[in-house]
């Protein structure tokens, strides 16, 4: 059965990086679109990145455009996020996702998704 888990979150200063990982385990990722998601205290969870099945597609929310990269290694059967200038307002639980469908296109909904990981936790101070 697939499991995804992340990691790589932490306590960072405001302007400073993180690189997220999103591991699979049990079934290759390889032909599925992938997300990362976030979820703030007391907000929903919204949609941050995606990356189609080659790479060749990927999409970001305009509050991270410029300063988060969404990259995947097959080999690997792992997804990244690298964020760079990271602010107060990006502190969230970050989720990894895969898709629904066979991967040809970057999906920005939810419900486009159907396994989830469990989160890793991003706080940024000022």
């Known amino acids: 059965q697939l499991q995804l888990v992340e990691s790589g979150g932490g306590l960072v200063q405001a302007g400073g990086s993180l690189r997220l990982s999103c591991a699979a385990s049990?079934?290759?990722?390889?032909?599925?679109?992938l997300g990362w998601f976030r979820q703030a205290p007391g907000k929903e969870r919204e949609f941050v990145a995606c990356i189609n099945w080659n790479g060749a597609n990927t999409s970001y929310a305009d509050s991270v455009k410029g300063r988060f990269t969404v990259s995947r290694d097959h080999a690997k059967n792992t997804m990244y996020l690298q964020t760079n200038s990271l602010k107060p307002e990006d502190t969230a639980v970050y989720y990894c996702a895969k898709s629904r469908l066979y991967g040809t296109t970057c999906y920005r909904a939810i419900g486009e998704y159907d396994t989830w990981g469990k989160g890793t936790l991003v706080t940024v101070s000022s």
């Open positions: 049990g079934r290759t990722l390889n032909v599925y679109t």
